[in-house]
């Protein structure tokens, strides 16, 4: 083995909670990988919780909840009408983001539903750093042209710029001169997801609400991980250093006229969400079609308990002992990967880590589904699951202002939070060297069935031609790829 490529010890990221409950996770043997990918056609969202050993598929409602939090679900009120859990809620909710209406929703895209059924007009455009593809898609249902206006950075993965995440400001000045009396809205997405959950700096969110004001258009914020934008924010911007992460994340709602949030990230629970707006008519829209699609405006689709735990959940998100281990948990993951070798976005951002799969499968084209054979190769290796796939942008040329086609494609491994410890990582670390070390030999995978929508959740692939890792036990080859 290259003594180069052994992990550098670093300082131990010292977790600020112990256990109390745990839960078996099992790593199935290498043959039975094997065949459970062959037998899910290798699309890992069809692999079932049993079989993975560790599951970096997404951080969303994936977290653990504090002690306090599994308390709190005693006390929900389940009153239909006028719930106390719902008061606690909303309270909580106004002290951190400063907005009068707090309508709960079971989930992030129940609030972009509520929001864009508003805001986002036939025939007009939606101006985004870069837009979830829930939310996209709301814009696309409502016959609106949602716009993704991140820098070309963004797709330059060694390129270390603190603010990946951030408005290309050239770009949105071009889009909102360009299409004049056409943009409904401006989101900012905190930290931005699709743009390797780089985060947003201050001074940009600042930039931007300026051009809006100019331009007349309102600024939303997508906060499904506000906390760990802010966070970012207090490390890596000049002047922010060492501020409070819940002042810092005030700062950033008081530069919009609204957000919705997916609580299952940063409010720390396993369902819910919320939109909070300072407008007492969009509130009143809003509620209405609450009413229709979730439920009363003091629940909204969840039970009074779910609301009790995430009232709690928001404030420990922000708590900075938990903050500064969150972030150093990725950081570890991401400067593991990096030390072996394996081309990640960088600089760490918030929810994980992103893979470069081009450079990693560099036989392979993107008709050969690479995505599909990082994520089988990290199973196979590790029992490992993760998500890869390509989202279709549409952004902005700064000069000419003429809309652009761009696709981005997106290899995550999303660490859910409070739920994996070092060795856990350690673990995923060197199942990614592995990778890495037969990355060459990795087949093309052909699509065998794919529905209309949704392809990515429900499509089939096949290996073009069997790897010779794919051989029957017994014919393996022997060395340190083995495990299991
Ligand atoms: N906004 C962002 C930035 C998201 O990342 C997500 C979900 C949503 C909105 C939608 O929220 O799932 O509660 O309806 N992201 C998950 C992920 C699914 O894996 O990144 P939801």
Known sequence: MNDKRERIPREPVREPYRTKVVESIRLPSRAERERLLRGIGYNPFYLKSQDIYIDLLTDSGTGAMSDTQWAALMVGDETYAGSRSYDDFEQTVRDITGYDHIVPVHQGRAGEHLVMQSIARPGGIVLSNTLFDTTRAHVEYRDALPVDLLADIAWDFDEPHPFKGNFDLDKLQAALENHRGRVSAIVATLVNNLACSSPVSLENMRRVRELADRFGVPVFIDASRFAENAWLVTQREAGQRGRPVADVARDFFALAD???????????????????????????????????????????????????????????????????????????????????????????????????????????????????????????????????????????????????????????????????????LDHVIASMRDVLDGAHKSPAYRLVTAPRVLAHFFARFEPVAPPSDHLPPGNQPRGRAMRG
């Open 258 to 424: 609204g957000c919705w949030m997916s609580a299952k990230k940063d409010g720390l629970v396993n369902i819910g969400g919320f939109v909070a707006v300072r407008s007492d008519q969009l509130a009143d829209e809003c509620r209405q079609r609450l009413v229709l699609f979730e439920g009363f405006p003091t629940y909204g689709g969840l039970a009074g308990r779910d609301l009790q735990a995430l009232a709690i959940g928001l404030r420990e998100a922000l708590d900075e002992d938990y903050l500064r281990h969150r972030v150093a948990q990725i950081e570890y993951l991401h400067d593991g990967m990096r030390e072996v070798g394996v081309p990640v976005s960088t600089p760490a951002g918030g929810s994980g880590v992103y893979v470069d799969v081009a450079r990693l499968y560099p036989h392979l084209t993107p008709e050969d589904n690479p995505g599909i054979a990082l994520t089988a190769d990290l199973y196979l290796h590790g029992g490992v699951r993760m998500s890869a796939g390509v989202f279709h942008l549409t952004t902005v040329d700064p000069t000419s202002g003429t809309l652009v086609n761009r696709d981005f494609p997106c290899a995550r491994l999303a660490l859910p939070r409070r739920v994996y410890g070092r060795a856990h």
